[in-house]
């Protein structure tokens, strides 16, 4: 019988490449040459001192290997394309880390950036499912079939997706909302994958086989 396949969900970068890095050794050592998929959950930019080595190497993968590698937006990402067009949003990103992302490429502002990565950034959709789970940046709006929420909540919302329990018919698999003890935060419905890298918590991926439900197993990297 074949292995399963194995996904490793990513949560929030944050410009910490080492750490990605660490994380993407790990994960080739822990797959051990059985089919594997990456899904990267967003924020891969601001706050961390390398936003872009972690778009070139995550963008990288997403064009080497497309059908195995999936890439959602955050939204710092969001943040940043609406930078690009008004002086409040620019200022609203420049607030939330956006300057060390700029710094990172040696850029004055966003309109700076290289147009391919600009172009790559909004092109990311924000909502991925397999058969077992939904992966998502923030979470989901409750009351609605995940295919019907808008993607302002799919990047931004927290209350009320996090309290309570919610069932969307499948795992939810996101980030966001970092968890300052550098652990995950594992629900029945949900898995939240942002363990605070960029605060000094960790990098982490959760590892998922076919079957429904949480992760078989998490891999991280401490800052």
């Known amino acids: 019988m074949p292995s399963p396949v194995l ?3 990513i949560g929030d970068i944050h410009g910490c490449h080492d750490l990605l890095e660490a994380l993407l050794d790990r994960i080739a050592r822990h797959a051990d040459g059985r089919e594997r998929k990456l899904v990267f959950l967003g ?7 390398d936003s872009a080595a972690v778009l070139r190497t995550v963008s990288r993968l997403h064009w080497s290997e ?12 969001r943040m940043l394309l609406d930078s690009l067009h008004t002086e409040d ?4 990103w420049l607030l939330n880390g956006g300057d060390a992302t700029l710094a990172s490429f040696n850029a004055n502002d966003g309109n700076d950036l290289p147009r391919d990565v600009l172009d790559w950034i909004e092109a ?5 499912g397999d058969a077992a789970r939904w992966y998502v940046h923030a979470g989901l709006r409750p ?4 295919e019907e929420t808008d993607a302002h909540d799919r990047l931004w919302i927290r209350e ?10 499948r ?3 996101h980030g966001h909302t970092p968890q300052q003890d550098g652990r995950p935060d594992i629900h029945t419905f949900r898995t939240n994958l942002d363990t605070a890298a960029v605060y000094g918590g960790a990098l982490t991926a959760g590892v998922f086989t076919g079957e429904t439900g949480p992760a078989v197993d998490f891999l991280q990297i401490r800052a």
Do not use: K, S, W
């Not at 009351?143 to 995940?146: D, E």
């Open 7 to 9: 996904t490793y969900a």
């Open 43 to 49: 924020d891969y930019i601001d706050r961390g001192a």
């Open 66 to 77: 497309p059908e195995a590698v999936t890439c959602l937006m955050g939204n710092h990402e």
């Open 89 to 92: 949003a620019a200022q609203l």
């Open 124 to 128: 990311l959709p924000t909502l991925h």
């Open 143 to 146: 009351g609605l079939p995940a």
């Open 160 to 169: 009320p997706f996090l309290e309570g329990e919610h069932d969307f018919g």
């Open 171 to 173: 795992h939810v698999v």
